[in-house]
């Protein structure tokens, strides 16, 4: 039989869904699965959406603009703009979802066998854009016992090489809920422009940031203002995550110009989701996200109340987005995983997460770790957290 192609080959299983199946045969057996493993809100998306696609359809529905609607980019800048933060609408361009807005920062930045830094565990699916890419991730580890903040700049450094092209954060940070503070952003601004560097920033999470903190975007570093691609996507922010819309980001005209083309061969982003993400960015008040961030903050605090207190589990309070990185006392977490899906009930219910090791780099790193997303009510996340308690206390390595 004729091989399939390296790339594919090489490709990483998502950790966050390679456990779909054990989970649908547990639902199959009459098994309740809360799921903890997945970013997926369970917010509802705003009703001014759907109601901004109904008074929108188009007798044909054609082909946008390669780069997006306009009304869509002037709304993206005119929702930076209430944070301080002056982005003209064609310093945007609209991506199917925040995913092909980091493929096309690799793609704009690096050439086949180019180099990236990352800082491990990160968003899994970096990967997978890496290997589209022909990019080779370089990680660097961050440790759960200082809530995986950045390592020291000679540890950094060390990792740079003739082919390193950019460096990639996430902050707030898929899967730790880590949140840069400035001291560390402005310790990447300086790596970058002493290493001739791009620094590409994945800001989907920027809204969610917990205790009163604020998201510094790296939009607002202006000694590196065109070193700086950013990525971000409505999927999170406004419960979302089927319209597969995203936008990157920069000031560099040359990026921008680069990325266009990229944006056209593959024609468009979905047209009909465009209008109704524009409504969105338009009329959606403080006090929509002030709810949606005392709701996640909730359910971060529902997190810590149940899991902070048990034997052998370690981590720090997340500081942003939706996730926790936990360290479990188990030695092979996707072995857990999986046995609470295939072998665990209690009470009639099972919990699902997503294995960490999935989200390094590094062989051997994060086996005992587990992400869980808190997307879940507070009753159900209480609920989904006692049953993974209850599934430790039996388990056996």
Not at 19 to 38: D, E, F, Q, W
Not at 80 to 87: F, K, L, M, T
Not at 203 to 219: A, K, P
């Amino acid at each position: 039989m004729t091989a399939i192609s390296k790339r594919c080959g090489g490709m990483q299983a998502s950790p966050i869904r390679k456990l779909v199946p054990l989970a649908n045969a547990a639902k199959a057996r009459g098994t309740s699965v809360y799921h903890l493993n997945i970013g997926q809100p369970d917010i509802p998306t705003p009703e001014g959406y759907w109601n901004a696609l109904k008074k929108s359809l188009p007798e044909v529905l054609a082909y946008g603009p390669s780069q997006g609607l306009q009304l869509l980019r002037e709304a993206i800048s005119t929702y930076y703009s209430r944070s301080g933060i002056s982005i003209d609408k064609d310093e945007i361009i609209i991506t199917t979802g925040g995913s092909e807005a980091v493929f096309f920062a690799f793609m704009v930045t690096c050439d086949h066998g180019d180099e990236v830094i990352c800082f491990e565990p990160f968003y899994t699916n970096y990967n997978g854009f890496a290997t589209m890419a022909g990019v080779k991730l370089v990680p660097v580890t961050s440790a759960v016992e200082n809530g995986f903040h950045l390592p020291e700049v000679d540890e950094i450094e060390s990792k740079i090489t003739d082919k390193t092209r950019a460096i990639l954060i996430c902050s707030p940070n898929n899967p730790t809920g880590t949140v840069l503070s400035l001291d560390e952003l402005q310790t990447l601004s300086s790596i970058v422009r002493k290493h001739d560097l791009y620094l590409l920033s994945d800001e989907v999470y920027r809204d969610f940031v917990f205790d009163g903190g604020s998201h510094l975007s790296t939009l607002e570093l202006p000694e590196i203002e065109d070193r700086v691609i950013v990525m971000d996507s409505i999927s999170k922010r406004f419960s979302s995550c089927g319209a597969r819309l995203g936008n990157m980001i920069s000031r560099n005209k040359a990026i921008m110009d680069a990325a266009l083309k990229l944006g056209q061969a593959r024609l468009c982003p979905p047209t009909l989701a465009q209008y109704g993400a524009a409504w969105i960015y338009h009329h959606l008040t403080d006090n929509y996200y002030d709810d949606i961030l005392t709701t996640y903050q909730n359910r971060r605090d529902v997190l810590i109340e149940e899991l902070s207190e048990v034997d052998g589990i370690f981590f720090l309070k997340p500081e942003g987005a939706f996730y926790a990185t936990i360290r479990l006392p188990v030695k092979d977490a996707d072995r857990f995983a999986s046995w609470m899906l295939t072998d665990f009930q209690f009470e009639g219910e099972t919990t699902m997460v997503a294995p960490a090791a999935g989200f390094y780099a590094t062989p051997g790193l994060g086996l005992n770790q587990i992400r869980i997303a808190f997307v879940l009510s507070d009753e159900k996340m209480r609920k989904a957290l006692r049953v993974l308690k209850e599934g430790l206390k039996v388990y056996v390595d």
